[in-house]
């Protein structure tokens, strides 16, 4: 899917930038579908998902304001927060439970780091000064309005439908598997969105670019790893992983673009790539040690 999605935002630059406004909407959907298939009612916290919070934010700005005081260029530090606070994607549990994941831990954290996100980004963006002729207050109110609609309505809606619709709720929890196709065109608007920035700008940004994608790849090892390492403290190691390192890159694609410089979405666009490739590679040595193990069996 990653590939098609990278061919066709090349070929298509120009139509998926003028589409990308619908992405908001997609990323609602995306989320309802997912929320709507989860029961809320069972949702447990646990100190895996208070240790995955603190990393999704109070790591994300202390990252974000060592880059700026040592000297590092405003696109590359956004980009790095950006890859820290965007959300875990809403369809970890595919992957992280074909390795072995627990489904609740997984599906707790996903709605917990969506809604993490929807607080966090708009506090986190209006600190740093996206909108710099506006007070604190001022920007903040913007942004909420903008990001809140997109991923904390989708909570409520999914919550209420639950509550006191369940027949309504049952019947959108059996197309939950639509969200899979949706992240896809998601990620084809985004990218396209991306690339069309990029050919707009020509040579100059090419360094720029290529510091992000190196950046890229260390944040996604690096929180692979962090998770990993906070999951095998609690028992999950997998769930850990999964959690802090698969991002939600369509909705950071989409954040970065609206408000942040729209060249720090490479970040994002990178990171897509890296976290697939990596997850394509734990599949393989996972089922390479499934057929080893059957095969000793016999």
């Known amino acids: 899917m990653l590939p098609a999605a990278l ?24 989320l309802l579908l997912t929320f709507c298939a989860a029961d809320l009612r069972r949702l447990r916290l646990s100190w895996l998902d208070a240790w995955l919070v603190f990393f999704q934010t109070a790591v994300c700005c202390g990252v974000y304001a060592l880059m700026r005081v040592t000297g590092a260029g405003e696109v590359l530090s956004q980009g790095v927060m950006m890859g820290m606070l965007c959300p875990v994607a ?8 074909m390795l072995g994941a627990d489904r609740q831990t997984v599906t707790t954290y996903t709605i917990v780091g969506n809604l993490t996100a929807a607080i966090a980004a708009p506090v986190v963006f209006s600190a740093i000064g996206v909108h710099p002729e506006l007070s604190f207050g001022h920007s903040l ?4 309005r903008r990001i809140a609609p997109t991923l904390a309505l989708p909570f409520v809606i999914a919550w209420v439908l639950q509550r006191f619709r369940p027949r309504v709720n049952a019947a959108l929890a059996r197309h939950s598997g639509a969200a899979f196709y949706l992240w896809a065109i998601a990620l084809l608007f985004t990218l396209g969105q991306t690339i069309h920035y990029i050919v707009g700008h020509g040579d100059g940004v090419w360094n720029q670019v290529a510091q992000l994608g190196a950046a890229s790849l260390a944040v996604c090892i690096l929180q692979f790893a962090v998770g990993r390492r906070i999951g095998r403290h609690y028992g999950d190691t997998v769930s850990g992983g999964q959690l802090l390192g698969q991002k939600n890159t369509a909705m950071g694609i989409w954040m970065a673009n609206t408000f942040l410089n729209p060249l720090s979405s490479v970040f994002m666009a990178f990171y897509s ?26």
């Not at 003028?18 to 990323?27: D, E, H, K």
């Not at 109110?141 to 909420?144: A, M, N, Y």
């Open 141 to 144: 109110w913007l942004i909420l």
């Open 90 to 97: 809403s369809s970890v549990a595919v992957v992280s439970c």
């Open 7 to 30: 061919l066709l935002g090349t070929l298509l630059h120009r139509w998926c930038a003028a589409l990308s406004g619908a992405v908001p909407f997609i990323i609602f959907c995306i």
């Open 273 to 298: 790539v890296y976290q697939n490739l990596f997850n394509s590679w734990q599949l393989w040595c996972h089922e390479h040690r499934a057929s080893l193990l059957q095969k000793q069996r016999k």
